[in-house]
């Protein structure tokens, strides 16, 4: 019973006796469960290698999956524009679950509309929806743009969004010159990362496609950035610091930076920063376009490439020491500016700190999920380390990813005894944690369950996570983090060795018994 | 701020429709109003339960949502499989905080995410394979499950899928109940078609599984109907029950087990929280098993003592005796709680817009702290709702449906209350203005909110975020200057 | 023609629910009240008026029927 100076929330409320004793008779006299052996050897049983056997067979079911459909990644892709309202053509649940999504992430506001499809839209198609949808849109919202991406209703019934935006003008519901772009983003083909990709194509196609005339590569001497599906808040404004320190004239195309991260200071700012329209028309004359994820990006490259005639540097993502030290030179190369003192000063604060920490990493065997740049972005990092990473799980996984990520691990002898497991889920990630234990799970806020069942086997079997990635829920701010350039680095071996120092306490701390190596200094 | 009158309550309703188009405006002006006690039938004065305008910011969900989400996802013994594209499923896992005491994995699987994640063959060549085939993967991984239970996703109803056969054939081969569940995301207009339809599949697939089973009843058997268990509510509630002498043998849905709700057709009264999500079947109940039901509320200890003494009405002495003993046995702990926090909160206003009891049901634990609701909305509700919230409300107090960002934030603007109550997708923008806000779906990562013991919560939940000294923040001291000597200069 | 339940409401009255309409409400007249003959037209206390075809009186409530809008007021 609670008592007003010691009021109890769930934890440890339903710990108490009265609570455990209800529990426990719930259990026993309604739920007709099974018995306490059964369930024991059944758990016992899922942590074998038979079970894994028969998990991995399985071909129509996806269990935990570490990703998530398009309209997502292409919501996110507009937000990146200077006042654009995302708008998306399609059941109206879906744009809630995708704000949700962003604002347990961000914790953030998160400003999309829908058109709101219902039975009769899948009947007679949602075109009628798009035209009030847009009317409304244009009248409320004070946007200088709205991107408009698709959910799978839409998909399947084959909505014609060009030709509905196009009627939108003709029939006067929205002005005729209003910027439109879109971009059809079915929720069963790839994943949010294509979202992104075919939302930015959508974008600067609009933008670009019919005014290439009189545009010249190189002649605004700037250098275009292509962030792709990117959570963390810190990488936007790293890169841009780099570029600034190095004196270079960049664009960056698509920049939420400033739209996640609002001052709460009495007013609510639906849209703040972001790329300007005048800045996407000015791209193609840029020099080129680096794209930090450069595997996610096969469509958006095409476009850049076909079309403003740029031609891509073949480069990784900007993670770690040497991919950075990449990255920088081949913006020295492209610009002719130098890198600078205060960067090469960066990379030696960097490669110090490894020195540092080298000692509690070396060794360590860690297990990855999430996206595939950011794993090989990780993996980079780990190899720098002399950490082994043991298995990978790309849910959203390509064959450009699998190449990549072969020729990387094969580079270095803490990488060659690593798995790569494309298209699995994170139960097949639970299995492999029980039959080949890492040290560490490094992935999103996805990863904790498996924390949770490795422990239930038994403390000596308990697989840690280490929260980088997307989404992160469960842990407040990190996503104002940097995982790219030599500061990314910094904020990655902070993490990963304190991890390491974190589990070594929790599993020293008990006196007169393993008190030793329960140290002071370290 | 000063009491609104009706005419200014009207007249600020007026003022934040001028921004809409025509079409918008006529129709948003019907699910807006001021409330008026002496009206009987909300039909009269407020329109629910339609389609939500396009293109503007509704914060609405689907039929998937009611359903998969609410309804069923807090079985704890059923696998919910998300059938179609593979977002619906990460999107609706874990963020309710349904409860539930079990091993997951082994017995229990409201956490884990089961999806088809439907690739675009499926689409064309349709998903019934792929079903069928899943449902035996699912066995062959999770013996111990209880049955199964497919959520459709759009596609899944536009592609001409027959889930229902598929269902009635592996049921049969694998010896276990398979319910196929309609909740498209494009039926309805909200999630309160999920609801129903989530219902329909349980009356179909699970009511009257046991009608000719024998069951050792009591004179005291209850059941708790429409308590998803967040942050352990329906503990929370259970307890009381149990405490007053009553035999609860089903939780509807949190914490809940197919088995309970095989056996709820045997009990005396069903008991039902969330109306808009499970009366439907409470009614069927009642006309198919003669079962009455009642509404009851359970946040704060005014309207639970109300709720204790309603429920005990319906049984004997005993029972009515059990009701007051634990009344009484509470008491004292809630008067401490309401001696410490409502000198902190009196007198402060509230606004509230949420799913589809909580804008009523927590009137009284407000009013219990001395707190005021000054605005209430739903995103999903009937007119049914609104006939019972006319008359929690005071009068001249706003009441809206299917609230738009834009007009919430406006009422707020021009009503500054010191506590908003609704969902994480208006949260943060409140947080940017400065105004002290309580997640009232999840409660806002605490709980739990129902019952005595989630009284105490609740009122410590509410003092911590109207009283926290971050809200004092938001203005820097060199502009508050500024703006007193602008003050000055304009005087 | 539409669903609707009747049923007991707790003042002993009897109460009309039609969920299409979200309509409930107390039956403040019912045209045939025997136990041969029930039902015909009934008045809601909202004003609004409705026909079931007359059936025995029903042994148990609530009950689903059909009904036929005659008026109704919203």
């Not at chain 1, 426990?24 to 007709?32: D, G």
């Not at chain 2, 000054?374 to 001249?396: L, Q, S, V, W």
């Not at chain 3, 539409?2 to 009897?14: F, H």
């Amino acid at each position: 019973m609670q008592t007003v100076e010691d009021t109890k929330p769930c934890f440890p409320l339903f710990n108490e006796p009265e609570y455990r004793e209800l529990i426990k008779n719930k259990r026993e006299q309604f739920e007709e469960t099974i018995s306490k052996e059964k369930i024991a050897e059944t758990f016992a049983w899922t942590t074998t290698q038979e079970y894994q056997d028969l998990n991995f067979k399985r071909e129509a079911l996806t269990i935990n999956p570490a990703k998530v459909c398009q309209p997502l990644g292409g919501a996110l892709c507009g937000m990146g524009f200077e006042k654009t309202m995302v708008y998306i053509h399609g059941s109206q649940g879906c744009v809630a679950y995708f704000r949700t999504y962003f604002n347990r992430h961000f914790k953030e506001p998160i400003a999309f509309i829908a058109d709101s499809m219902t039975e009769d839209a899948a009947v007679f198609g949602g075109q009628k929806n798009v035209h009030e949808g847009l009317q409304n849109a244009t009248k409320l919202y004070d946007a200088k743009m709205i991107a408009v991406c698709t959910t799978c209703i839409a998909e399947v019934i084959g909505d014609d969004l060009g030709a509905f935006i196009g009627n939108a003008r003709k029939e006067g519901h929205v002005e005729k010159d209003f910027p439109i772009p879109y971009a059809n983003t079915p929720s069963f083909v790839g994943s949010h990362i294509t979202g992104w990709d075919n939302m930015f194509e959508g974008i600067v196609s609009y933008f670009t496609q019919t005014t290439m005339d009189g545009k010249v590569v190189g002649s605004n001497k700037k250098i275009n950035i292509v962030p792709g599906f990117e959570t963390y808040l810190g990488n936007y404004r790293v890169i841009k610091r780099m570029l600034k320190e190095m004196d270079v004239d960049y664009t960056f195309l698509c920049d939420p930076e400033e739209v996640l991260d609002t001052p709460a200071n009495g007013e609510y700012q639906m849209y703040a920063g972001g790329t300007t329209i005048d800045e996407v028309k000015d791209a193609p004359n840029a020099i080129t376009t680096l794209m930090l994820q450069p595997t996610s990006l096969e469509k958006s490259k095409k476009f850049i490439e076909g079309t403003w005639n740029h031609e891509v540097p073949k480069l990784n993502i900007p993670m770690g020491v040497e991919w950075t030290d990449e990255f920088l030179m081949k913006v020295s190369e492209v610009t002719g500016k130098p890198i600078p003192e205060s960067l090469l000063k960066e990379r030696g604060r960097l490669v110090d700190m490894m020195t540092d920490s080298h000692a509690w990493l070396h060794g360590k065997k860690m297990a990855l999920f999430g996206d595939p740049d950011f794993l090989l972005g990780l993996t980079k990092v780990l190899l720098e380390l002399g950490v082994e990473p043991t298995h990978i799980v790309c849910n959203n996984s390509n064959k450009r990813w699998e190449k990549a990520m072969k020729k990387l691990l094969e580079s270095s002898p803490y990488g060659v005894h690593a798995k790569l497991y494309p298209g699995c889920d994170l139960w097949h990630m639970r299995s492999l944690c029980f039959t080949d234990k890492p040290d560490f799970i490094v992935g999103s806020t996805y990863g904790k369950t498996i924390q949770r069942d490795t422990l239930y086997k038994g403390p000596e079997f308990e697989v840690p996570l280490i929260r980088l990635g997307f989404p992160i829920f469960d842990r407040h701010h990190l996503h104002r983090m940097t995982t790219l350039g030599y500061e990314g680095g910094m904020y990655l071996v902070t993490t990963l060795t304190n991890a390491v120092l974190e589990r070594l306490d929790e599993k020293t701390k008990f006196m007169n018994h393993t008190d030793y190596n329960f140290d002071i200094v370290r | 701020m000063t009491e609104l009158t009706r005419e200014a309550a009207q007249a600020l309703i007026e003022e934040v429709l001028e921004v809409y188009p025509e079409k918008a405006k006529k129709d948003r002006a019907k699910h807006l109003m001021v409330n008026d006690k002496t009206i009987e039938q909300s039909k009269k004065c407020i329109t629910s339960n339609r389609k939500s305008v396009p293109g503007v910011m509704t914060q609405r969900g689907c039929a998937y949502a009611g359903s998969k989400g609410v309804v069923w996802g807090p079985i704890k013994d059923i696998i919910d499989i998300s059938h179609g594209p593979v977002g619906c499923g990460a999107y609706s896992r874990g963020g309710r905080r349904n409860y539930y005491a079990g091993t997951s994995g082994v017995d229990s699987f409201c956490d884990i995410n089961f999806t088809s994640d439907f690739q675009e063959k499926d689409i064309v060549f349709g998903g019934d394979k792929k079903l069928a085939k899943l449902i035996d993967e699912l066995e062959g991984l999770f013996p111990l499950s209880k049955g199964i239970s497919v959520q459709s996703e759009c596609p899944v109803g536009l592609i001409g899928d027959d889930i229902e056969a598929v269902s009635k054939k592996k049921a049969a081969e694998i010896g276990k109940t398979i319910i196929p569940v309609r909740c498209e995301g494009f039926r309805g207009v909200s999630q309160s078609l999920g609801h129903h339809i989530a219902n329909d599949a349980v009356r179909d697939w699970i009511i009257s599984n046991r009608d000719d089973q024998a069951f050792e009843s009591t004179p005291y058997d209850v059941a708790i109907l429409g308590d998803y268990n967040i942050g352990g509510d329906a503990w929370a509630s259970r307890i009381l029950l149990e405490e007053m002498g009553l035999r609860v043998v089903a939780q509807w849905s949190g914490d809940g087990t197919l088995a309970e709700m095989e056996n709820t057709p045997k009990v005396k009264l069903n008991l039902l929280h969330c109306y808009r999500s499970m009366n439907y079947i409470a009614r069927h109940m009642e006309e198919k098993y003669g079962i009455p039901w009642l509404e009851y509320n359970f946040f704060g200890p005014s309207k639970i003592a109300e709720s204790l003494r309603d429920i005990a009405s319906h049984f004997d002495d005993t029972i009515k005796e059990g009701a007051e003993r634990v009344i009484e046995k509470y008491t004292p702990a809630m008067n401490a709680i309401i001696a410490k926090y409502k000198p902190r909160l009196q007198g402060k206003k509230v606004m509230l817009y949420v799913g589809g009891l909580r804008p009523r049901h927590t009137i009284g634990a407000y009013e219990d702290l001395g707190m005021e609701v000054i605005g209430a909305g739903y995103e999903f509700a009937h007119n049914d709702d609104y006939d019972r919230t006319m008359k929690e409300m005071k009068d001249a107090t706003l009441i809206y449906d299917d609230v738009t960002g834009y007009e919430f934030e406006e009422f707020v603007r021009k009503l500054k209350p010191d506590l908003i109550g609704s969902g994480i997708k208006e949260k943060y923008a409140f947080h940017k203005m400065g105004v002290p806000f309580r997640q009232l779906h999840s409660w806002d990562y605490s709980g739990p909110y129902h019952g005595f013991d989630g009284f105490a919560v609740f009122a410590r939940d509410m003092d911590m975020t109207v009283n926290n000294p971050c809200w004092g923040m938001l203005k820097a001291p060199w502009l508050k200057e500024e703006a007193s000597a602008d003050d000055l200069k304009a005087a | 023609m539409a669903n609707i339940m009747v049923r007991k409401a707790a003042d002993g009255g009897l109460s009309f629910y039609l969920p299409k309409r979200d309509i409930e409400d107390r039956i403040t007249s019912i045209e045939f009240d025997t136990p041969e003959k029930w039902g015909g037209e009934i008045r809601l206390g909202n004003g609004g008026v409705y026909f079931i075809d007359p059936i025995p009186a029903p042994a148990r409530l609530p009950i689903s029927l059909r009904a036929r809008r005659v008026d109704c007021v919203e």
